[in-house]
Nanobody, 123 residues
Framework: QLRLVESGGGLVQPGGSLRLSCAGSGFTLDHYAIGWFRQAPGQEREGVLCISSSGGSTNYADSVKGRFTISRDNAKNTVYLQMNSLRPEDTAVYYC????????????????WGQGTQVTVSS
């Protein structure tokens, strides 16, 4: 069974950092573009960052520029989202997703999704 498993979410104070992980189970991620999305209560799911199979990254959310980075470790079959200088408005459920083709900020472009991990930024 092909699955993506996110981890690393939690409660953090404003200005803090978290690193989210997205691990592949049942398939290898290195041939896929991997995107991170987030969804806050009452809002649509939005694209955050994506990393292509060749390692190039694309940013879909202006609000995270300079604060969030995406990377992949093919040996560990894992993609990471490093989040620094977190703000209360970053609070959301974060999802990773895999696309057989290329990066996109559209949810319909992705073939596999994780279950999500909650990130709460609050003092």
């Amino acid at each position: 069974q092909l699955r993506l498993v996110e981890s690393g979410g939690g409660l953090v104070q404003p200005g803090g950092s978290l690193r989210l992980s997205c691990a592949g189970s049942g398939f290898t991620l290195d041939h896929y573009a991997i995107g991170w999305f987030r969804q806050a209560p009452g809002q649509e799911r939005e694209g955050v960052l994506c990393i292509s199979s060749s390692g190039g990254s694309t940013n879909y959310a202006d609000s995270v520029k300079g604060r969030f980075t995406i990377s992949r470790d093919n040996a560990k079959n894992t993609v990471y989202l490093q989040m620094n200088s977190l703000r209360p408005e970053d609070t959301a459920v974060y999802y990773c997703a895999a696309s057989r083709f290329w990066c996109s900020g559209r949810t319909v472009s992705y073939n596999y999704w994780g279950q999500g991990t909650q990130v709460t930024v609050s003092s």
